[in-house]
């Protein structure tokens, strides 16, 4: 099924942006294009959260808490998925990790650490 390897992390001031980016390089297209990707996070001390998912159509769901803030998107060419992400605050520090679903199951990545602060 291949890796997913996420990239784009790090340290960002409150207010700022980052772009996060999920690869699915040995993935076949037949595989990744169906699938359906999110983002999830998880803070110290606290369960996984759901953030973001785009189906395989395009259509799109976001949490509460990051909605108008986080933009989701796909690139089904480069089997890559991306996460926007602006506003930032403290709140939204956690590693952030990439799922795939296809016929309901999952695969993760490794996460990417992203911490807001001043």
């Known amino acids: 099924q291949g890796p997913l390897v996420e990239s784009g992390g790090g340290l960002v001031q409150p207010g700022g942006s980052l772009r996060l980016s999920c690869k699915a390089p040995r993935t076949i297209t037949s595989v990744f294009n169906p699938s359906s990707m999110a983002w999830y996070r998880q803070a110290p001390g606290k369960d996984r959260d759901f953030v973001a998912r785009?189906?395989?159509?395009?259509?799109?769901d976001y949490a509460e808490s990051i909605k108008g803030r986080f933009t989701i998107s796909r690139d089904n060419s480069r089997k890559t998925v991306y996460l926007q992400m602006n506003g930032l605050t403290p709140e939204d520090t956690a590693v952030y990790y990439c799922?795939?679903?296809?016929?309901?199951?999952?695969?993760w990545g490794q996460g990417t650490q992203v911490t807001v602060s001043s």
């Open positions: 785009i189906t395989s159509g395009g259509t799109t």
């Open positions: 799922n795939r679903n296809l016929g309901g199951r999952d695969f």
